[in-house]
């Protein structure tokens, strides 16, 4: 199964081989023998590589997640044993991983610099969900996942302002600004924008207010929007950590403030490693959040 996931990652024999250290023929012997096992072909050659055969499309998620299983035991047991060295694998959304996790990995590198960190980002929670469900991971940091089977970790809330320039006549408000103060200003979007009730995050709370937000520009990032943001092309409604690092940004509350639970979540039981970069976590990750009003360093 092992060799059966490099090939389908790597889109290629040769290169699966390389990355496995074994000859192309042991590769190739060792799949076939695989596709006797389970009664069919599992892959497929096409003119531009390697493909999966509808067998292989339903035989793929549970390999992955036996050897990901696999990796995830071996790295555990070291954990338990106290073994030196080793590595540790984080999954997180983009945004969190730009505004929050840096300091923590800092921290963890003077703690525990014989264990490497190996960060995987996604951009949305649907697809951390889906690839910690898949084991590409041994802990997960990102909002709380509804349904979810294994231990779930509270780490704090992430609190969410509006992200401004200097130059906004806003940034000079000490007190928590309305959201129908802003119906007449231009924001910032961002492509992975929560939904709420089948509408983008942002359209469902101006919604309640009585108004439509009229967009200026669409990014791809949160961190490209907050930028934007601070060059002058509008509002953006972004967590505050964020802003953080952002020359001249300003961040301003609201008057009902905005906050999302995040959370740390794993399949099993959080032991060694795993549990000390939880810890770590609960401590600096959601610390404080930049005071209100005040530009940024």
Same mark, same amino acid.
């Given at each position: 199964? /092992?060799?059966?996931?490099?090939?389908?990652? /790597?889109? +290629?024999?040769?290169?699966?081989?390389?990355?496995?250290?074994?000859?192309?023929?042991?590769?190739?012997?060792?799949?076939?023998?695989?596709?006797?096992?389970?009664?069919?072909?599992?892959?497929?050659?096409?003119?531009?590589?390697?493909?999966?055969?509808?067998?292989?499309?339903?035989?793929?998620?549970?390999?992955?997640? !036996?050897?990901?299983?696999?990796?995830?035991?071996?790295? !555990?047991?070291?954990?338990?044993?106290?073994?030196?060295?080793? /590595?540790?694998?984080?999954? +997180?959304?983009?945004?969190?991983?730009?505004?929050?996790?840096?300091?923590?990995?800092?921290?963890?590198?003077? #703690?525990?610099?014989?264990?490497?960190?190996?960060?995987?980002?996604?951009?949305?929670?649907?697809?951390?969900?889906?690839?910690?469900?898949?084991? &590409?991971?041994?802990? !997960? &940091?990102?909002?709380?996942?509804?349904?979810?089977?294994?231990?779930? %970790?509270?780490?704090?809330?992430? /609190?969410?302002?509006?992200?401004?320039? !200097?130059?906004?006549?806003?940034?000079?408000?000490?007190?928590? %600004?309305?959201?129908?103060?802003?119906?007449?200003?231009?924001?910032?979007?961002?492509?992975?924008?929560?939904? %709420?009730?089948?509408? @983008?995050?942002?359209?469902? %709370?101006?919604?309640?207010?009585?108004?439509?937000?009229?967009? #200026?520009?669409?990014?791809?990032?949160?961190?490209?929007?907050?930028?934007?943001?601070?060059?002058?092309?509008?509002?953006?409604?972004?967590?505050?950590?964020?802003?953080?690092?952002? +020359?001249?940004?300003?961040? &301003?509350?609201?008057?009902?403030?905005?906050?999302?639970?995040?959370?740390?979540?794993? @399949? &099993?039981?959080?032991?060694?490693?795993?549990?000390?970069?939880?810890?770590?976590?609960?401590?600096?990750?959601?610390?404080?959040?930049?005071?209100?009003? @005040?530009?940024?360093?």
């Amino acid at each position: 199964m /092992e060799y059966l996931v490099a090939v389908v990652e /790597e889109e +290629s024999f040769t290169r699966a081989a390389e990355l496995l250290n074994v000859t192309q023929s042991a590769l190739s012997h060792q799949i076939k023998a695989l596709e006797r096992d389970v009664g069919g072909p599992l892959l497929e050659r096409r003119p531009r590589g390697i493909g999966l055969t509808p067998m292989g499309r339903a035989f793929l998620p549970h390999a992955e997640l !036996a050897v990901r299983s696999a990796e995830q035991a071996r790295r !555990a047991a070291k954990a338990a044993a106290g073994a030196a060295g080793g /590595e540790l694998h984080i999954a +997180s959304l983009h945004a969190l991983a730009v505004g929050v996790l840096p300091p923590v990995f800092a921290r963890w590198r003077r #703690a525990f610099p014989a264990v490497r960190l190996h960060l995987h980002e996604y951009a949305t929670t649907e697809e951390l969900r889906d690839h910690m469900e898949r084991g &590409v991971a041994d802990v !997960a &940091v990102g909002p709380r996942p509804e349904g979810w089977h294994g231990p779930v %970790v509270p780490l704090g809330h992430e /609190e969410i302002m509006v992200i401004t320039s !200097a130059g906004d006549p806003l940034a000079a408000r000490t007190d928590p %600004v309305t959201l129908s103060e802003l119906a007449g200003r231009d924001w910032v979007r961002c492509a992975l924008e929560p939904v %709420v009730e089948g509408k @983008r995050w942002l359209d469902w %709370v101006c919604e309640r207010d009585g108004f439509t937000p009229r967009t #200026a520009v669409w990014t791809e990032h949160s961190s490209t929007a907050v930028r934007m943001a601070v060059a002058g092309m509008g509002l953006v409604a972004a967590p505050v950590h964020m802003a953080r690092d952002v +020359s001249g940004a300003v961040t &301003v509350p609201v008057d009902r403030p905005w906050r999302r639970e995040q959370t740390a979540f794993t @399949r &099993v039981g959080l032991t060694g490693v795993t549990a000390a970069f939880v810890e770590l976590c609960q401590e600096l990750a959601f610390a404080g959040p930049v005071p209100p009003g @005040r530009r940024t360093p």
